[in-house]
């Protein structure tokens, strides 16, 4: 696991393995080589570890970040509800009004269930494999191989997670590489595996550079989103 280094800005540059990482990606492949020199370098986000991190998981599914970052700075202000018990005894209407949508409360109570029964647990999940992780995760109601892979990668800061769903991934990958349309889930997932052992950097690199190249925020750059 890459270990994450103290902030000297809004955000930390990459960890010196990360950079190594990244140095050997770029040499490598050009196209990627290409991306810190145009959108500058690589800022190096992380989300918290256990409930909360998976929470913010939920709360980006399927919106844009601007959104997602209004919803979860509304959440961050109802007493208790980035934690597992706190959330599980908010009124319905608590939730519902700082934005969850009535689906997307649903997973968040249970996955504040999977944490307060021991089916999860911060630590038992660092301590898993890529793939033990994805499975622990994804066996909860509402986290699919998406919130899992964004987990591990801003979390738990595992190198070589991809979530090949993203779209932001694949309108990256599509404009980087010159493809024709943007590439599915499995034809980026296949892209992708030439970075491999670092894809979860070659991530890392195009969501930087589909920021720069659509001039769009990131869910953790929006204020009062957290990081």
């Known amino acids: 696991m890459l270990q994450s280094v103290a902030k000297n800005a809004a955000f930390p540059h990459a960890p010196e393995a990360a950079r190594a990482a990244i140095a050997a990606l770029t040499r490598a492949d050009p196209d990627l080589a290409r991306i810190e020199p145009a959108a500058g370098p690589l800022a190096w986000r992380t989300r918290p570890p256990g409930f909360p991190g998976l929470l913010?998981?939920?709360?980006?599914?399927?919106?844009?970040?601007?959104a997602a970052a209004a919803i979860w700075a509304r959440l961050c202000q109802v007493?208790?509800?980035l934690e597992p018990a706190g959330l599980l005894v908010q009124a319905d209407a608590a939730l519902l009004g700082a934005g969850l949508s009535r689906p997307k409360l649903a997973h968040a109570r249970a996955l504040a269930e999977a944490?307060?029964?021991?089916?999860?647990?911060?630590?038992?999940?660092?301590?898993?494999?890529?793939?033990?992780?994805?499975?622990?995760?994804?066996?909860?109601?509402?986290?699919?191989?998406?919130?899992a892979e964004v987990y591990l990668l801003f979390a738990l800061q595992r190198p070589d997670?991809?979530?090949?769903?993203?779209?932001?991934l694949a309108a990256a990958a599509a404009d980087l590489k010159s493809l024709p349309a943007r590439p599915g889930p499995k034809a980026l997932r296949a892209l992708a595996e030439s970075w491999a052992p670092w894809?979860?950097?070659a991530a890392r690199l195009l969501w930087h550079h589909w920021r720069h190249m659509t001039g769009r925020p990131a869910f953790d750059d929006l204020p009062a989103a957290g990081a």
């Open 56 to 66: 913010q998981a939920i709360v980006g599914q399927q919106i844009s970040n601007q």
């Open 79 to 81: 007493p208790g509800a």
């Open 115 to 147: 944490f307060a029964d021991g089916r999860l647990h911060a630590d038992r999940l660092a301590a898993m494999d890529d793939a033990a992780a994805i499975a622990a995760i994804v066996a909860v109601r509402g986290m699919g191989p998406w919130s």
């Open 161 to 168: 997670v991809f979530p090949a769903g993203d779209i932001a």
């Open 199 to 201: 894809r979860g950097l």
